[in-house]
């Protein structure tokens, strides 16, 4: 029918194109125009998920979202009459699966089918793996990866027995590379990219396309910048009373068995004097840092917790 494609968004700021693009790359062939089709979107109140709501709606789709969030759904249903679109709103977690069901039954039950699935709700948190709980890689897995499949096999029989339909992976960069301090995020996005990618090759005897959109960062509601901070243990020290260093003007190198100092032989101009054929990064002479240390921008403070956390579209 038409053809599968796994999609590669290598930046952020590209929310808005992002949602034009998959809304164009949904439609290839005639039979495929989104005109009168009904679209489900996860995580549709706000960021991505509204955004492609949006774009589908533009596109004559009739829309149905999900979001844990009631105000927050309400003001996306508002935005999206307030342009002639035709939505229906459920309350949601994707994490639990009766709560899925129950609203694609209310789908199914309110357009008479599913043509086009978008997996978009997620959840994020930031800090390093010290610092992250059993508990952390269990909701990153129930959101991001659960909140795929649920999901995605409560609409598959629809699908089936109406002779065919879409399903949208939206996944993340990092489902493909598991970077430092993303670790529960990123092991339940490489479930998720492989739950998508393997389901792609089983369903395309049925008709049912599976795209798998991989984005990069992405700057929503969902950005770590913009996540609360809580009460955790405050991070280790730099540095500590033992950890001396010799100031500029005392030598790097200790005395010889004489008790002299060694010989600075002069080098080129600006060179540090005693640095010249000798690797800077195990023997040059540092200098003491002047003042307390300072936190990075952005740091946690003694008592704040260290770990961002926040969830994409509700």
């Known amino acids: 029918m038409a053809r599968d494609a796994t999609a590669w968004v290598p930046w952020a700021g590209v929310g808005l194109g992002l949602a034009a693009g ?18 489900v979107i996860t995580g549709g109140s706000r960021g991505l998920g509204l955004l492609l709501a949006r774009e589908l709606g533009r596109h004559g789709c009739q829309l149905a979202i999900c979001a844990r969030d009631e105000a927050e759904l309400a003001r996306a249903r508002a935005d999206l009459e307030s342009r002639g679109m035709t939505v229906h709103t459920v309350r949601c977690n994707v994490a639990e699966r009766a709560e899925v069901e129950r609203f694609i039954a209310e789908v199914v039950r309110r357009f008479g089918g599913i043509d086009l699935l978008v997996n978009n709700a997620g959840t994020i948190k930031v800090g390093p793996v010290e610092l992250m709980t059993v508990g952390d890689f269990e909701d990153a897995m129930r959101v991001n990866f659960w909140g795929m499949v649920y999901p995605t096999l409560s609409a598959l029989p629809i699908m ?84 001396r260093r010799p100031s500029s003007g005392q ?64």
């Open 22 to 39: 998959l809304a164009t790359a949904l439609r290839p062939r005639p039979e495929w125009e989104l005109g009168g089709q009904v679209a």
């Open 160 to 243: 089936r027995a109406q002779g065919g339909g879409r399903i949208v992976n939206i996944t993340s960069i990092g489902g493909k590379v598991s970077v430092p301090h993303l670790l529960p995020y990123n092991c339940a996005k490489f479930a998720a990219v492989a739950f998508s990618e393997g389901l792609r090759a089983e369903l395309a005897r049925d008709g049912i396309t599976v795209v798998t959109v991989v984005p990069g960062l992405m700057r929503t509601r969902g950005d770590p910048l913009g996540a609360r901070l809580g009460p955790r243990t405050p991070p280790r020290p730099l540095s500590g009373p033992d950890d």
């Open 251 to 314: 030598s790097a190198r200790p005395p010889d068995a004489g008790g002299r100092q060694p010989e600075r032989r002069p080098g080129p101009r600006g060179a540090v004097p005693g640095t010249i054929g000798r690797r800077p990064d195990l023997d040059a002479p540092r200098t003491r840092r002047r003042g307390p240390l300072r936190p990075a921008p952005g740091a946690p403070r003694p008592g704040q917790r260290s770990v961002h956390e926040a969830t994409r579209g509700g």
